[in-house]
């Protein structure tokens, strides 16, 4: 019986390391981008996937979804606007993912948003006295989602900081002994009036 139940309790604590790993590794995915540790961002990002995912998102994110249209029916032309609107905006899309999505380029990226919150909104002193546990609960609260899709592949649904339209969905795959991050996507979604 004891056998069994030493048995047991090592399966149930190997699955809850398991379950937890990619969890542990996108929070340190984002601590690593707040700090700058290069080396751990490169490792852990599988790039020119979610530079691709992040691209398409973006560009839809910025022109807003595309439209539907009923079988056998033509799309509407665009206008010359929304011509003009969605030439600029995939370009400034793909300067931006080329200049950010990189091991250098997120710290940097991070690093404008902090010199923001101390230079203009004065938030800044506050976040970096909080202790780590502080930082983690509120990571947390802002996971609306995280599933496996199988046991290779982990979803991660998370609402921005600033704007709880915005989020952030984040697929990880289990490469040899440890989760990396394969694809990144931005989306609105609707929240309910006040």
Do not use: C
Request: hydrophobic letters at 40%; aromatic letters at 10%.
């Amino acid at each position: 019986m004891r056998k069994y139940l030493i048995s047991l309790a090592g399966a149930l604590v190997l699955a809850t390391g398991y379950v937890a790993y990619p969890l542990i590794t996108v929070w340190h995915i984002r601590e690593a981008v707040r700090t700058g540790n290069t080396a751990y961002i490169d490792a852990k990002i599988e790039w020119p996937t979610v530079r691709e995912t992040l691209r398409s998102s973006l560009t839809e994110y910025a022109l807003g979804p595309t439209p539907v249209v009923a079988s056998g029916a033509h799309p509407p032309k665009p206008g010359l606007w929304q011509r003009i609107k969605a030439g600029i905006s995939r370009r400034a899309v793909d300067n931006i993912v080329e200049s950010y999505v990189t091991p250098e380029g997120l710290p940097r990226l991070f690093g404008a948003r902090e010199f923001h919150r101390e230079n203009i909104s004065g938030e800044a002193a506050a976040l970096r006295a909080q202790p780590w546990h502080e930082r983690a609960r509120g990571f947390w609260s802002r996971v609306k989602r995280a599933e496996f899709h199988s046991p290779t592949t982990f979803e991660i649904e998370m609402a921005d900081k600033n704007d709880p339209a915005r989020h952030y969905v984040g697929l990880l795959r289990l490469r040899g002994l440890e989760w990396k991050l394969a694809e990144l996507r931005v989306r609105s979604v609707q929240t309910a009036p006040a």
